[in-house]
T-cell receptor, first 114, second 111 residues
């Protein structure tokens, strides 16, 4: 039973390019969350999606960032025109429901913007 | 507003017991969770308390007092592999049941 799969593990982009991060939730999980983490800091919530719907995007910058979770395929976090400040670890998590179930995290994507 | 407070760093000796405290302020408390994260790794779920009292899972226990808006994670028989960051997180009914995260406690274990 595969866990949450994120790819790529490491991503290097030049300023101005687009970064596309993928996340396949655990089997049977329809709730997906994206978090951002800087070194030595906690997790910052970005967006919560439930199959084809964005439930809460209050933590995601309104410009350059977007997320989707299509009916088929992985959830995608897209960062357009990346800047150095976007360099961070981006974690995806999934859960079975939105109330009590624990979050299962992927191994993250380390984005470096040069 | 919503906030969680936990110590930034705790140091303990191998074989000892350590307690990591977490106080929270939320408008719609629904449960307190604890996660462990090793350097460079993914957070992993440790425990969840929805009701007052102690939940025990092996060497780890978690406690909740809703009247005090307080909880703690207790780690016994510390091992070097327990060196990690520990995050408390509160699920909030008024925020789409989102997890509100603390900043994390770095646990340093000395031989």
């Amino acid at each position: 039973n595969a866990g949450v799969m994120q790819n790529p593990r490491h991503l290097v982009r030049r300023r101005g390019q687009e970064a596309r991060l993928r996340c396949s939730p655990m089997k049977g999980h329809s709730h997906v969350y994206w978090y951002r983490q800087l070194p030595e800091e906690g997790l910052k919530f970005m967006v919560y999606l439930q199959k084809e719907n964005i439930i809460d995007e209050s933590g995601m910058p309104k410009e350059r960032f977007s997320a989707e979770f299509p009916k088929e395929g992985p959830s995608i976090l897209r960062i357009q025109q990346v800047v150095r400040g976007d360099s961070a670890a981006y974690f995806c998590a999934s859960s079975q429901d939105r109330f009590n179930s624990p979050l299962h995290f992927g191994n993250g994507t380390r984005l470096t913007v040069t | 507003g919503q906030s969680l407070e936990q110590p930034s760093e705790v140091t303990a000796v191998e074989g000892a017991i350590v307690q990591i405290n977490c106080t929270y302020q939320t408008s719609g408390f629904y449960g307190l969770s604890w996660y462990q994260q090793h350097d460079g790794g993914a957070p992993t779920f440790l425990s969840y308390n929805a009701l007052d009292g102690l939940e025990e899972t092996g060497r780890f226990s978690s406690f909740l007092s809703r009247s005090d808006s307080y909880g703690y994670l207790l780690l016994q028989e510390l091992q070097m592999k327990d060196s990690a960051s520990y995050f408390c997180a509160v699920r909030d009914q008024t925020s789409n049941y989102q997890l509100i995260w603390g900043a994390g406690t770095k646990l340093i274990i000395k031989p």
